[in-house]
């Protein structure tokens, strides 16, 4: 499993196209949003920070998505998964190799991304616990829900599609491009159905209030219960996913 994992994070960290959509965008878009918005509806440089960093740090951690599609939809239209199958090797541990090196890819683009945040523009990061607990639950859910996705869809253009909807939707439903107090009640409420919003809404605790571990269970207990549903959907897509690799 280690083998694997490390072949793939080689990979990964190889691919050029994959350092664009981790790292170069989202530090253009932060750039450009808190050019933007300085200076407007009142509010404060600090809450602008706050508000556009973790907002577009959880925003872009959704992309691993289409990295992954494309690399597992690629195995199985060459037979490798199938031809794992037919070997000793445990499936899971065959899944759970390709997958951690998502999750270290995501986990390295948040700590760039915030790392940038306090360079660039004097972002908080109060409580290094809390901090690092979170990003690795929101890496999770990324990640798991990537796995689902890639074991679900039938292309890679379906599953490009689809990601786009769940990054860009989510990230406008789960109140990341503007504060959530600017939006409708009705959108508030909605907001709240949305992984993106508990995200940013335990790093605006963290960031914002200094908040400890004990401040921020919550949204780890609602970003856990949807990274564990997309890994439940994975374990019962893969018996799919495997047919259509021998086929």
Do not use: C, H
């Not at 991304?113 to 290094?128: A, I, K, Q, R, S």
């Amino acid at each position: 499993m280690w083998a694997i994992t490390t072949i793939e994070l080689k990979k990964k960290l190889q691919d050029k196209g994959l350092w664009f959509w981790t790292f170069i965008l989202p530090i253009i878009f932060i750039i450009g949003f808190i050019t933007i918005f300085s200076g407007v509806n009142n509010m404060e440089p600090e809450q602008l920070v706050t508000q556009i960093v973790p907002g577009y740090t959880v925003m872009f951690s959704f992309f691993i998505m289409i990295s992954m599609v494309i690399t597992f939809i690629k195995d199985r239209d060459s037979g490798m998964v199938a031809r794992v199958a037919s070997t000793p090797l445990p499936l899971n541990q065959f899944l759970i190799g390709k997958w951690l090196p998502f999750m270290i890819v995501v986990i390295i683009q948040i700590i760039v991304l915030l790392t940038f945040g306090v360079v660039v523009y004097d972002l908080p990061l109060g409580d290094p616990l809390a901090l690092s607990v979170l990003s690795l639950t929101l890496a999770f859910i990324s990640t798991s829900w990537g796995l689902a996705m890639s074991l679900l869809v039938n292309t890679e253009n379906m599953g490009i599609a689809l990601t786009q909807v769940i990054a860009l939707g989510g990230a406008m439903l789960g109140g990341l491009w503007m504060p959530l107090e600017l939006m409708p009640e009705y959108m508030q409420t909605i907001a709240k159905f949305f992984p993106q919003y508990w995200g940013l809404e335990g790093y605006k605790v963290i960031l914002v209030k200094n908040g400890q571990i004990i401040d921020i269970w919550l949204p780890i207990l609602v970003l856990l219960s949807f990274g564990v549903a997309g890994g439940l959907i994975a374990f019962f897509a893969y018996p799919r996913f495997l047919r259509q690799s021998r086929s």
